[in-house]
């Protein structure tokens, strides 16, 4: 979160298909509706226009877009009030800072600003504590663009940035410190698919129906409750999700034994432990809230020229 001189604040929010995040906080995306039941625990609780809900248990199911309904509001509201009550604030004029994938950016970005400009003033309650929101400006920024824009005046040669994400892999190219739009494309191949077919794929040579989070543990090297067997079997299906990958951007026509390449977010944690070939080219940014902070960089560099 970024405080302006006019005293408002810009919030950075990356709500993705799998995981929400802000420059400071990592949350799942599932919102589930109790209606006039109030929850008997008030961690991920949230209040609002007379219904409880709560916000961050499980993932949401994938659909074609985010703002059909609520949800994307709901789990605005939350992410606002993580990074408002790390400061120590409950009422705030706000910049919202969104984003969407780098091809479809400029399709769906008026659309996505409209949303959020519905219902620009949010009263509600999380966590047991109250809030009050103004939305006053929605800037859209294009995703793993953002993730790496404050670096891009020292990239002085060719690099392609991957973001592998939830639903899609957004891939920019940058030459010379600038992305070329014309070479920068939007795959539908991510990590919620992957995980899809590695369950399916576990079915037929186990027999047994492997959670999704147990599959991620292994994915981002975390503790799992899986044999050591069924572990090492998720792992060479990973690889071969990450070599499939790299197979596609070489057939897109990026020469990938010449460029540098950086992975971004929480795809480059998968992309860094099972990487083929082309790791010696290869970097990792893996920190999650990277496209949030983009969006933040990006949002203020926009309202810094404003003022000026």
Request: charged fraction near 30%; include cysteine.
């Amino acid at each position: 979160m970024i405080k302006l001189e006019n005293g408002s604040y810009i919030i950075g929010f990356d709500d993705g298909y799998q995981l929400g995040k802000t420059s400071n906080f990592v949350f799942d995306n599932g919102v589930h509706r109790l209606g006039s039941v109030e929850p008997t625990l008030k961690e991920n609780s949230l209040f609002y226009d007379g219904e409880y809900f709560k916000v961050g248990e499980g993932r949401a199911a994938l659909t074609e877009d985010k703002i059909s309904d609520d949800m994307a509001m709901l789990r605005t509201m939350a992410a606002a009030a993580m990074e408002l009550r790390n400061a120590g604030i409950h009422k705030a004029e706000i910049v919202l800072a969104v984003g969407l994938p780098f091809s479809n950016y400029g399709r769906d970005k008026l659309k996505l600003i409209d949303y959020y400009n519905r219902k620009n003033r949010l009263d509600f309650s999380y966590e047991d504590e109250d809030y009050s929101v103004d939305i006053t400006k929605v800037i859209v920024c294009p995703q793993c663009y953002s993730a790496i824009a404050s670096r891009l005046g020292n990239m002085k040669a060719d690099y392609l940035i991957v973001d592998i994400g939830s639903k899609t892999t957004d891939v920019v190219y940058v030459q010379n410190g600038l992305p070329v739009e014309s070479r920068s494309i939007t795959i539908e191949k991510a990590m919620v698919k992957w995980i899809k077919e590695i369950q399916r794929e576990m079915k037929v040579q186990t027999g047994k129906d492997i959670p999704e989070h147990e599959v991620m543990k292994i994915a981002l090297k975390e503790d799992s409750n899986l044999p050591a067997a069924y572990a090492e079997l998720i792992r060479g299906m990973l690889r071969e999700k990450i070599h499939s990958l790299e197979l596609e951007l070489a057939e897109r026509g990026y020469s990938l034994d010449y460029i540098n390449i950086i992975y971004v977010g929480g795809g480059a944690l998968m992309a860094r432990d099972y990487a083929g070939k082309y790791r010696g080219y290869t970097a990792y940014d893996c920190d999650l809230c990277a496209n949030a902070k983009g969006y933040e960089f990006l949002a203020s560099q926009i309202e810094r020229k404003q003022v000026a």
